[in-house]
């Protein structure tokens, strides 16, 4: 786990690659790699790397060359399965000088050119520049575990880092808002595809290749899944499914226990960091390190249910408990590392069980993916039923008579079923955009149209917060519904957690692994039928069924919960300074993209608790400190605090 940059400058500039420039993007990601700092140039062509030393700690040294010097490449990530290509690779004639991940993607780069990506098995973001075609050849991993953000200035010239702020320390473009990407965030946390907040800014999608030849770029698709292809198959039993699917789990944990360092993982006392636990702990001599964080209220502590895991397999546990005013300190930090406004509140606890983990180990495992895979989210159970109940639903009823019956059920049911009532089948039309973009946004189209500044909205006019998504849900029409939301989100959403992963971890100086996104993993649990995923009212069947009898039975029967965070309450009390100050401040309201009346009527009912706007008022706050630190350049107030561990009880 790394940091790597570099710049192309294209003939059109002429000029050699400013040593001090390379050494300040470099250096400005210290936290993803402070072992061991790299750097090389060649008259336009810049490579630099910052180093977490993981695998092969002696000789693992990059920038890295072939055994001819002829090709130099910076790496981010872990293959997994790079011993398995050494003796061939050997007996083809190349030369290796060290044990390391890195020089085996080189070999098969000289072997089979971009093709070289198909072998590799983990998680990666890496550049290799080769003189010969004067051709700077970059990939990204299949999911997007590792990330990679770029810009391709006016003259040709080509940027390109793990982080965007090594970007802008590189003068590479001066830091502006991409006003066209902002229905895309206030509706689904982030941007999608390859789009930044930053414009100009532009991310490599996962399983992609991009090549830079003196100036021009060209970017395709290396792998995808295809969920359209996946069919019943008649002849297989569950059982069938089940067993392998099981077995290609375990085989993905335990490639990911490759390290020269001690490792451990995050258990949540979900599901899934409980698989990974159970199996984990049957493939390593003595107890595992297991991490975990709560905050400090009870509603927000599931930090028994660690306990009943780390109990059932005698992990060496430990926990870290978070109160609203440590969360409230680090925030702008983890802005500024995550480059972009926090999607999620739970990043902030991400960031302090790494810190806690990095006191013991440098690796850890975690869980992120299953629920994208497997159908774990509620909301897809939810939008199957609403879309085919309001189908049948508007078939056999006029306008006039579902206008009464929504008028009678919003007079007779109970509060809690009234509140509701506007996100089911009796209120929204039959379509996947009112029922599940709409229904699961954080701004819907219509809060957008009273939310955005008449500016801000004549600007983005015609621009669908949707269409990112739209071009993945849409992109197989033979797919069921389960699968088009699937594929959706794990071209999305699971992206945006990704990043979430990879820069709250690296904030700390530690790298993270995620079992359930070996692509092998991926292509089968892609092709499963929709019945080994969502069975009845069961999420993650295929999962459940496989750990039956593995992990505490307690822990299979939980129903999910997510990560809670007690941010609503703390915005109508401790955190309404922040919300004041950031939400509701003439400097917020001057910048003039949101209407200030309705933002005015959102804090007030959140904090008269008449509705919850958790969700908004978190998008708006973090947005703000977004642009007062990059946009403003504004400097960052105090520095993390450094939790203490807490001792389980």
């Not at 750097?39 to 890295?64: C, E, K, N, Y």
């Not at 991009?210 to 008649?234: F, M, N, S, T």
């Not at 397999?313 to 702008?332: G, K, M, Q, Y």
């Not at 100050?581 to 005015?600: I, N």
Request: proline fraction near 5%; hydrophobic fraction near 40%.
């Amino acid at each position: 786990m790394c940091g790597i940059n570099g710049i192309a400058l294209s003939s059109r500039r002429a000029q050699r690659v400013d040593e001090t420039v390379l050494v300040r993007m470099r250096d400005v990601l210290h936290h993803r790699g402070p072992d061991d700092a790299g750097l090389f140039i060649d008259g336009p062509i810049g490579l630099a790397h910052r180093r977490l030393s993981i695998v092969d700690l002696a000789t693992g040294h990059q920038p890295m060359t072939n055994e001819d010097g002829s090709l130099k490449i910076v790496f981010n990530g872990e293959i997994y399965n790079h011993a398995d290509y050494r003796s061939d690779l050997e007996a083809r004639g190349h030369v290796y000088a060290s044990h390391s991940d890195t020089e085996a993607i080189l070999h098969l780069y000289e072997e089979y050119g971009d093709r070289c990506v198909d072998y590799l098995r983990g998680m990666f973001a890496f550049a290799i520049w080769n003189p010969h075609k004067k051709e700077l050849f970059i990939a990204r991993d299949r999911l997007g575990v590792k990330p990679l953000y770029y810009v391709h200035a006016d003259d040709g010239s080509f940027f390109f880092a793990s982080e965007i702020k090594s970007l802008l320390a590189a003068g590479a473009l001066r830091p502006e808002l991409n006003r066209a990407a902002m229905p895309d965030y206030l509706a689904n946390h982030a941007t999608c595809d390859d789009a930044t907040l930053f414009a100009g800014v532009k991310r490599l999608p996962p399983g992609h290749l991009l090549r830079w030849q003196d100036g021009k770029i060209e970017i395709r698709r290396y792998w995808d899944v295809e969920p359209g292809a996946a069919r019943v198959d008649g002849s297989r039993s569950p059982r069938e499914y089940i067993d392998e699917w099981r077995e290609l789990f375990r085989s993905s944990v335990k490639l990911r226990l490759m390290a020269d360092v001690p490792l451990g993982m995050f258990l949540s006392g979900g599901i899934d960091s409980s698989a990974i636990a159970a199996v984990m702990s049957q493939m390593v001599d003595g107890p595992i390190s297991t991490f975990s964080v709560a905050f400090d209220v009870p509603e927000a502590n599931e930090l028994p249910y660690a306990r009943v895991v780390a109990n059932a397999f005698r992990t060496d546990h430990h926990e870290v408990l978070v109160d609203s005013s440590d969360f409230a300190a680090a925030l702008p930090h983890l802005i500024w590392h995550e480059d972009e406004p926090l999607a999620h509140p739970s990043s902030v606890a991400l960031y302090f069980v790494a810190q806690l983990a990095q006191r013991y180990v440098k690796v850890v495992l975690t869980g992120e993916g299953s629920d994208e895979l497997l159908a774990g989210y509620y909301r897809y159970r939810k939008t199957l039923l609403n879309l085919s109940a309001s189908k049948v639903y508007h078939a056999c009823t006029t306008g006039g008579i579902r206008d009464a019956v929504l008028a009678l059920a919003e007079r007779v049911a109970p509060g809690s079923i009234r509140r509701k009532l506007p996100r089911t089948f009796l209120a929204l039309p039959p379509n996947v955009d009112a029922i599940y973009f709409d229904n699961f946004a954080v701004f819907s189209r219509a809060m957008q149209s009273k939310l955005l500044s008449k500016e801000l909205h004549d600007q983005v006019a015609g621009s669908s917060p949707y269409a990112g998504m739209h071009s993945f849900f849409d992109a197989h029409q033979s797919a069921t519904l389960l699968q088009k939301l699937l594929y959706a989100d794990l071209k999305t959403y699971l992206h945006e957690l990704l990043m979430k992963q990879d820069q709250m971890s690296m904030a700390a100086s530690i790298e993270s692994r995620v079992p359930f996104l070996d692509h092998k993993l991926v292509e089968f649990s892609t092709a499963l039928p929709d019945r080994m995923k969502l069975h009845g009212w069961t999420t993650k069947y295929v999962l459940r069924e496989a750990m039956k009898g593995v992990i505490p039975e307690s822990i299979l029967r939980r129903p999910k919960m997510g990560f809670p965070v007690p941010l609503g309450r703390w915005l109508r009390g401790s955190f309404k300074p922040l919300v004041d100050d950031y939400v509701l401040s003439e400097r917020t309201m001057a910048r003039g993209l949101f209407q200030p009346d309705f933002v005015r009527q959102l804090v007030s009912e959140h904090v008269g608790e008449r509705a919850d706007h958790t969700e908004r008022l978190w998008a708006l706050l973090n947005f703000e400190m977004w642009q007062r630190h990059f946009i403003d350049g504004e400097s960052l107030p105090g520095a993390i605090p450094q939790l203490k561990e807490a001792q389980p009880s």
